[in-house]
């Protein structure tokens, strides 16, 4: 079990900072939320796995007002900050680790699966699984939408990123927006820290969610952030009765 506390530590500065840490954060939360606009019906049935404050619910509340969603986290200090940005809205908000067994008993027949931000700190066998999880949850022609940091191919895209990241952090520090308590906690880490970034490849990852069941679809990438997933296909629906 991973050990959430520093999220708990985090989670009243986590709104203000975190978007001003992250290169593209709120132009990837705008797209997928305008995606999930677009595909989903009204009354859709969402989850948000290690939905943190609720960020992505949040920006598609006017695109779904009637959407209902449930909420994984494994802090419960996030889970309070997201119900309470979703208005009532929130059909249930569960405490735990989304790559462990024991949520999926409980999410089934989906409209949507939906995350940002979380599945570059579980390994690649975590990711796998969750992948799979995801699948059986759906309903036919339901989506899997991830935002999220991608391994970036090649030295020059490296060197690109790498640059483009530290610009970005070096003019939020400058400003102001990124507050000294949040940098100590979320870039000074010390070594062993289980939440290390483990991205994926976004090529590899589409092979996973092809091999889960689901139809792979790319929607935005630019550099090492990306917005990506998969359609259920009847067969994988039906896999999950």
Known sequence: MRDFSRFEAMADLYDRNYRHAVPFYDELHQILATTIGHVL???????DLGCGTGEIGRRSLTLVPEASWVLVDGSEAM?????????????????????????????????????????????????????ENVANALKPGGIFLIGDLVKVKGNTEAMIYKSLVKENMDRSLKEGLL???????????????????MPAGLEEQLEWISRAGLEPVLIWKYLGVALFGGVARESTAQRSN
């Open 41 to 47: 019906s009204r009354q859709a049935l969402v989850l």
């Open 79 to 131: 889970l309070r900050r997201a119900r309470a940005i979703l208005m009532g809205r929130v059909r249930d908000a569960l405490v735990g680790d989304f790559t462990g067994r024991d949520i999926w008993s409980q999410l089934k027949n989906l409209d949507a699966v939906v995350s940002s931000f979380a599945f570059h700190a579980i390994d690649d066998n975590e990711k796998r699984l969750v992948m």
């Open 179 to 197: 507050e000294p308590a949040f940098f100590e906690k979320e870039f000074h880490r010390k070594e062993g820290d289980s939440w290390e970034e």
